[in-house]
């Protein structure tokens, strides 16, 4: 069984700074590309970025490149994704996902096989 555990959301002021783990389990983890979508409040689920099966590539929305940075550690079967310089529009819930079939560069979720539960990230004063 497939299991995606974010970790890392909470409170923060804009300007902050906060990084986000997934430890992913039940798949074979060099094989997956990995990212993070992100639901802010009454918005539809969007791509926030993604780093291929070998981390030799990387992708990221408008909003967030150039703030955003997405790695991974095959060692420890986990994908972060490290926030600066936060906005209030960052707030949202951070879902990883996974695409078991390494491809690369979806940006839509259907073409993600796997989802955590997500965390909140929530920017405010």
């Known amino acids: 069984q497939v299991q995606l555990v974010e970790s890392g959301g909470g409170l923060v002021r804009p300007g902050n700074s906060l990084r986000l783990s997934c430890a992913a389990s039940?798949?074979?983890?060099?094989?997956?590309?990995m990212g993070w979508f992100r639901q802010g409040p009454g918005k539809e689920r969007e791509f926030v970025s993604s780093?291929?099966?070998?981390?030799?590539?990387?992708d990221y929305s408008d909003s967030v490149r150039g703030r955003f940075t997405i790695s991974r550690d095959d060692a420890k079967n986990t994908v972060y994704l490290q926030m600066n310089g936060l906005e209030f529009e960052d707030t949202a819930v951070y879902y990883c996902?996974?695409?078991?079939?390494?491809?690369?560069?979806?940006?839509?979720?259907?073409?993600?096989?796997?989802w955590g539960q997500g965390t909140q990230v929530t920017v405010s004063l």
């Open positions: 996902v996974a695409d078991s079939s390494r491809h690369f560069g979806g940006r839509l979720p259907a073409e993600y096989d796997y």
């Open positions: 039940g798949l074979t983890f060099t094989s997956a590309s």
């Open positions: 780093i291929s099966w070998s981390g030799r590539t990387t």
